[in-house]
């Protein structure tokens, strides 16, 4: 009995998933600094890419239904613009996603991009990032030029903005990015307890 | 022979028992209004006197699915103070497919809603500038519709109810 309610108790503590101790989104202006390992074990520094025209910051899931609608667009925009200097780094922060399971994921959607495990999430703090798919686009100096969604609708058909696109285009073009935050729905990454 | 008789006997009592029960969640109708800004609008402002507890749910968000039984309760226990509402986010072609047959299996008397607003980041705006757009979303309205309490992720039974007990003072 008291071997259920101790472990009723660990888990009722392990999901509470509360934002309260993130800074607020509005509140990161730069991209933090990290170095994490791939699913192969190598590992990538944010420092790594600083040279590239622009950092396209992913967070993403592997169970997650919001994020899965977006695999083939979010391998579709990498090889659209890999070719232009701009660098992908997808991480992945849910507590609950193996490594295996990523490294399948990845090679099933046909990512290229490699796909960070970031261990007891701590760099979706650093980032404030709360959801997936949930996007950052730093340039190489870290400022965050732009956060927020891929574009706006999870059914590709019926999507009006494309507003990853559109930010990577002015990027390119050397304009200012003229619509840096936008807001969409996503799965709440699954955070440990700390 | 007669205790296999008496057996029978009680297994047939049993069977009767658990369709009773079955039927019993069965009969909880319910129903899920398409909501866009005017039928917000009107489940907000339209208080009577009571505060709105509104949960912002999915069916593919697993937090959200793991607190609603803590939502069930807490609708039985303050159900004289607040009056209780979801609104899913699922699209809505899965009302009937996922969205009722979850709600009926948490047996779940009060309000639902299912989003109707064109692009999600526009029920967002709605809602709250500072909504991330992350759910499960609680939120606490007082009798006048004003937004008292803003709780984005998942929260325990025990937190809710300290919230609703500070909110509602």
């Known amino acids: 009995m008291f071997k259920k309610t101790a472990l009723l ?7 509470n998933i509360s934002f309260a101790n993130l800074p607020k989104s509005e509140d990161v202006k730069k991209g933090a600094e990290f170095t994490l390992p791939d699913y192969n074990g190598k590992t990538h520094s944010l420092s790594d890419y600083k040279k590239s025209k622009a950092i396209v910051v992913m967070f993403i899931a592997t169970q997650c239904p919001i994020s899965n609608d977006y695999n083939t667009r979010m391998a579709k925009i990498y090889q659209d613009y890999k070719s232009k200097d701009i660098a992908f780094i997808g991480i992945n922060s849910n507590k609950q996603e193996s490594v295996e399971e990523i490294k399948k994921h990845s ?37 965050i ?21 559109n930010t990577l285009d002015e990027i390119l073009a050397g304009k200012k990015v003229s619509n840096p935050t936008t807001k969409a729905f996503g799965c709440t990454i699954k955070r440990v307890s700390k | 022979m007669k205790i296999g008789f008496l057996l029978l006997f009680f297994s047939f009592l049993l069977i009767i028992g658990c369709k009773n029960e079955g039927s019993n969640q069965e009969n909880v109708k319910i129903e899920v209004i398409t909501a866009g800004e005017k039928e917000l609008s009107e489940l907000i402002n339209n ?3 009571k505060y709105l507890f509104l949960n912002i749910w999915a069916t593919w968000c697993i937090p959200c699915v793991e607190e609603f039984p803590d939502i069930v309760k807490l609708s039985e226990k303050y159900s004289e103070k607040l ?31 299912i ?55």
Not at chain 2, 139 to 151: M, P, R, V
């Open chain 2, 83 to 113: 009056d209780f509402a979801s609104l899913s986010i699922d699209y809505l072609e899965e009302k009937d497919k996922k969205v009722i047959p979850f709600l009926t299996k948490m047996n779940a008397k009060f309000s639902h809603y």
């Open chain 1, 9 to 15: 108790l660990l888990l009722m503590l392990v999901t």
């Open chain 1, 107 to 143: 090679a099933d959607n046909n990512f290229g991009f490699p796909v960070l495990k970031d261990n007891e999430n701590i760099i979706a703090d650093k980032y404030a990032a709360k959801v997936t798919p949930e996007i950052f686009v730093l340039n190489g100096k870290y400022e």
């Open chain 2, 115 to 169: 989003n109707g607003f064109k692009k999600d980041e526009m029920l967002i705006n709605f809602i709250s500038e500072d909504w991330s757009g992350a759910v499960p979303l609680t939120l606490i309205y007082d009798s006048s519709g004003k937004q008292i309490a803003l709780l984005e992720g998942a929260h325990t039974y025990d937190e809710f109810v300290e919230k609703i007990e500070s909110s509602t003072k």
């Open chain 1, 145 to 165: 030029l732009y956060h927020g969604r891929i574009d706006d609708s999870r059914k590709e058909a019926e999507v009006e903005v494309n507003d990853l696109r």
């Open chain 2, 47 to 49: 208080r009577n006197g």
